[in-house]
């Protein structure tokens, strides 16, 4: 893989996503409805270490769920 700013294949992959609020943080992802509640599948990031370019961000896992959007 190659990061498309800068060229470099300096990559580091699947990388953790979280979010921080105060002392804690969260593991952030996409949301999905299941039955009974919705739940968040995590998400991940490949990062250019010559850049900081963050080259693709993805989840792991199945992508066929009753995603959740908000509808306008
Ligand atoms: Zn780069």
Redesign the pocket.
Known sequence: MK??????E??EQGISTVSEAGFVIYRTGLEYNTRFSSKVSKTYSDL??????I?RTYIKGKTDRNWCKDEK
Do not use: K
Request: aromatic fraction near 0%; charged fraction near 15%.
């Open positions: 990061c498309p700013n800068c060229g470099s300096n990559i250019c270490l010559d850049c900081g370019e080259v």
